[in-house]
């Protein structure tokens, strides 16, 4: 699956929100642990050069990346599930560049398998947070590299 030298790697950072408190609603904000683990996120990324920070509008997957985007001075910008044109859209507007896009248990390994052009990753369970996936894509369907990373 080699590249072409003129072919542009545009880097998506996918990762489920951090984990959720527990406040009888459907829109519960982080937990005490949540928090610290969207911190964590801030100091892994410190490093890296990040051009657009995408959340669904649960307050859980925006403070997910709240403190990366005030680290890194760029505004969260909303992102529909499940919608193709979305991600898309992202990978167009952001070529060359990096995207984290924060999501949920279902929508992130459904926006993983829609940019390889496969279905290779199943839902993640209740429990299972702190699992980033970075692929290097060259168009959709093709992608050059998958990094999985526990943080």
């Known amino acids: 699956m080699g590249c072409k030298e003129n072919d542009q790697i ?8 951090a984990e959720k408190g527990n406040d009888g609603t ?20 410190r490093e890296t050069e990040i051009n657009g920070i995408y959340a669904t509008q649960f ?15 760029l505004d969260i910008q909303s992102y529909e599930s499940f919608k193709a044109e ?6 167009d507007k952001h070529q060359g560049g990096t995207v984290v896009i924060c999501g949920h248990s279902n929508n992130i390994p459904w926006t993983a398998n829609l940019l390889l052009g496969k279905e290779t990753y199943k839902d993640y369970t209740e429990n299972e947070y702190g699992i980033m996936l970075i692929l290097s894509v ?13 943080w």
């Open 138 to 150: 060259v168009k959709k369907g093709k992608v050059a590299k998958v990094t999985r990373l526990d």
């Open 26 to 45: 459907e829109d519960p904000d982080l937990s005490l642990p949540g928090i610290e683990r969207a911190e964590r996120l801030k100091l892994l990324l």
């Open 86 to 91: 979305e991600i898309e859209k992202m990978l």
């Open 59 to 73: 307050k859980r997957t925006k403070n997910t990346v709240a403190p990366l985007a005030l680290a890194k001075n």
């Open 10 to 17: 545009t880097t998506f950072i996918l990762l489920r929100h």
